[in-house]
């Protein structure tokens, strides 16, 4: 089993920064690509950014977080951040990281086994 816990999130303001952080322990030699998404009020669980393994050098991004967001990681240290700049109001939502078994990104939740508990992410106007 695969544990996930993403910390980071917080209060801030339009045009503010966040870096989240998501740390992996268990079976984390299970833990190859990861990937961010998110989930506002009253809407669907959507893809954020994702890395491979082991380099990270393969990266993909939802066009809404394009150009603000990137997604990296410490294999070293087990964790996958995600830095957020200009943020924007739209951005508020919960946060989850994820993780999945095979070396090659992907954007699609379902093709995730593993998820952290969320992190609040709110942006104020």
């Known amino acids: 089993q695969v544990q996930l816990v993403e910390s980071g999130g917080g209060l801030v303001q339009a045009g503010g920064s966040l870096r989240l952080s998501c740390k992996a322990s268990?079976?984390?030699?299970?833990?190859?690509?990861m990937g961010w998404f998110r989930q506002a009020p009253g809407k669907e669980r959507e893809f954020v950014a994702t890395?491979?393994?082991?380099?990270?050098?393969?990266?993909a991004y939802a066009d809404s977080v394009k150009g603000r967001f990137t997604i990296s990681r410490d294999n070293a240290k087990n964790t996958v951040y995600l830095q957020m700049n200009s943020l924007k109001p739209e951005d508020t939502a919960v946060y989850y990281c994820?993780?999945?078994?095979?070396?090659?990104?992907?954007?699609?939740?379902?093709?995730?086994?593993?998820w952290g508990q969320g992190t609040q992410v709110t942006v104020s106007s």
């Open positions: 994820a993780a999945r078994e095979v070396a090659y990104k992907s954007t699609l939740s379902t093709e995730y086994p593993y």
């Open positions: 890395i491979s393994w082991p380099s990270g050098r393969d990266t």
């Open positions: 268990g079976r984390t030699f299970a833990v190859y690509a």
